[in-house]
């Protein structure tokens, strides 16, 4: 499911793409060179877009980004200019849908996780192998943000706090929340992971993991109100560098915590069940 286009994303990609190449034989070859599978679909230039990106999602052989980044590519990657100012318009609707579903487009047409980097199934992999110094260095690229760029620096981190819940998620077969954002998907793992045997200890470590979904909450909200992925305005909300470096600081420590859980011999969660703090 990582890899499929949102339903939001397909309806403007389609409405921009239409509106820009007006061109049914220069749309097909598009898609057709992108790797888009099938015959070419019938209906306007819209319609078209829109049924061959779902047909996209529908075939599991296709990676649906992969081939949605490649069809945005040349549109995307254009320099605007006074003449065409439909153009610039168009680019940010796209990149505001890809940042409202927590996506992002780079330049050469990469559709990855917002904040991570190009090989996002590579950083699955690292979470779910648990790679700490390659989760390390995604964290480091966060903090290399921070002076230059904080409110992405935030999304950065926010990001990867998302991928880990939904890779743990996933990995131990857990019900996925309706919405999957940072708040919902940490307490399902909060739920699942496994607390100290000993009576006293536990219930240090029940303050501890409480403090912790405080922090998520926070971090959630800075995401919404001041991180990249949901389009900034036309002025939004200033945010200090160390108070950016606090929420990536934050991050970092939450998942590196449910890692050494999920990873560490001396912890197997799936034998710790029975001990799973009730959720409040």
């Not at 699942?192 to 979904?213: F, Y």
């Not at 929420?247 to 912890?267: D, Q």
Request: charge should be neutral; glycine fraction near 6%.
């Amino acid at each position: 499911m990582a890899n499929k286009i949102p339903n939001s994303v397909i309806g403007a990609v389609s409405s921009v793409l239409a509106t820009y190449y007006f061109s049914h034989s220069t749309l097909n070859s598009l898609f057709l060179e992108s790797g888009a599978p099938g015959d070419v679909p019938l209906g306007n230039c819209e319609t078209k877009c829109a049924a061959w990106l779902r047909r996209c999602n529908e075939d599991p052989s296709v990676d649906a980004l992969r081939v949605l980044g490649q069809v945005i590519q040349k549109f995307m990657d254009q320099e605007t200019s006074n003449w065409r100012p439909q153009d610039g318009d168009g680019q940010r609707r796209i990149r505001e849908s890809l940042g409202k579903n927590q996506l992002t487009y780079q330049v050469n047409g990469y559709v990855t996780l917002a904040g991570a980097s190009l090989a996002t199934r590579t950083l699955v992999d690292y979470l779910k192998a648990g790679e700490f110094s390659s989760v390390e260095a995604e964290f480091a690229r966060a903090v290399t943000q921070l002076e230059r760029d904080p409110h992405a620096a935030i999304t950065a981190a926010s990001s990867i706090v998302e991928a880990l819940c939904k890779t743990y998620i996933e990995t131990f077969q857990l019900e996925m929340p309706t919405m999957q954002s940072i708040t919902p998907l940490w307490r399902v793992v909060q739920q699942h992971l496994g607390l100290n045997l000993d009576p006293t200890l536990r219930d240090d470590q029940k303050r501890i993991l409480q403090g912790l979904a405080s922090i998520v909450d926070g971090i959630g909200a800075y995401r919404t109100h001041i991180g990249s992925a949901h389009g900034r305005g036309i002025s939004p909300p200033l945010v200090q560098v160390s108070e950016a470096r606090l929420a990536v600081n934050a991050s970092h420590t939450l998942v590196i915590f449910i890692m050494e859980r999920w990873h560490a011999a001396a912890y197997p969660l799936l034998n710790l069940r029975a001990n799973v703090m009730p959720q409040r």
